[in-house]
T-cell receptor
Framework: DTGVSQDPRHKITKRGQNVTFRCDPISEHNRLYWYRQTLGQGPEFLTY????????KSRLLSDRFSAERPKGSFSTLEIQRTEQGDSAMYLC?????????????FGDGTRLSIL | GENVEQHPSTLSVQEGDSAVIKCTYS??????FPWYKQELGKRPQLIIDIRSNVGEKKDQRIAVTLNKTAKHFSLHITETQPEDSAVYFC???????????FGPGTSLSVIP
């Protein structure tokens, strides 16, 4: 068990560009979550999947954001036409509904900086 | 939607003293209450959690209490050490595998 891994760890891009992040959950974890954390704040829920199905998407999530989990394993989060306000740490977490009442495990996150 | 409040926002204690952080929530459907510790630049790490069928849980120097009727829960750290210095987040969810709603955090400083 290597834990939740996220790639890249850091991304710097110019405003208006598209970016894509990847998350590899703990193997056999069927649920995968995306959160966003800005400086000095708690993580904010964005969306989550059970296997390949996207179960919920935050109302705060603009239509520039899209997430996929095509094969029920890794997930990608894409932000189109990035804006200054998108600068944040994007955290991924995973858990399993099959192994009892287990907590979510977080990855190290991808830090996005918009120039 | 769920609203989680957390107090205080900053807390400074002398090494060896106790620290208490309090949280309130609004959604009575919440049944899972984890606490996360986050050091600068690192991932949130679960330190303790409690479920609604339990009023108190303890793990060494850390304890959590829950009052579901009043919709508040607290984290207690005893015999604080400098390595306890971090930001602590309370959180709520319906179950451990539902979306987690985090509080705004408490920055704890333990002074040697």
């Amino acid at each position: 068990d290597t834990g939740v891994s996220q790639d890249p760890r850091h991304k710097i891009t110019k405003r208006g560009q598209n970016v894509t992040f990847r998350c590899d959950p703990i193997s056999e974890h069927n649920r995968l979550y995306w959160y966003r954390q800005t400086l000095g704040q708690g993580p904010e829920f964005l969306t989550y999947f059970q296997n390949e199905a996207q179960l919920e998407k935050s109302r705060l999530l603009s239509d520039r954001f899209s997430a996929e989990r095509p094969k029920g394993s890794f997930s990608t989060l894409e932000i189109q036409r990035t804006e200054q306000g998108d600068s944040a740490m994007y955290l991924c977490a995973s858990s399993s509904t099959a192994s009892g009442d287990q907590p979510q495990h977080f990855g190290d996150g991808t830090r996005l900086s918009i120039l | 939607g769920e609203n989680v409040e957390q107090h205080p926002s900053t807390l400074s204690v002398q090494e060896g003293d106790s620290a208490v952080i309090k949280c309130t929530y609004s959604d009575s459907a919440s049944n899972y209450f984890p606490w996360y510790k986050q050091e600068l630049g690192k991932r949130p790490q679960l330190i303790i959690d409690i479920r609604s069928n339990v009023g108190e849980k303890k793990d060494q120097r850390i304890a959590v209490t829950l009052n579901k009727t009043a919709k508040h829960f607290s984290l207690h750290i005893t015999e604080t050490q400098p390595e306890d210095s971090a930001v602590y987040f309370c959180a709520v969810a319906e179950t451990s595998y539902d979306k987690v709603i985090f509080g705004p955090g408490t920055s704890l400083s333990v002074i040697p």
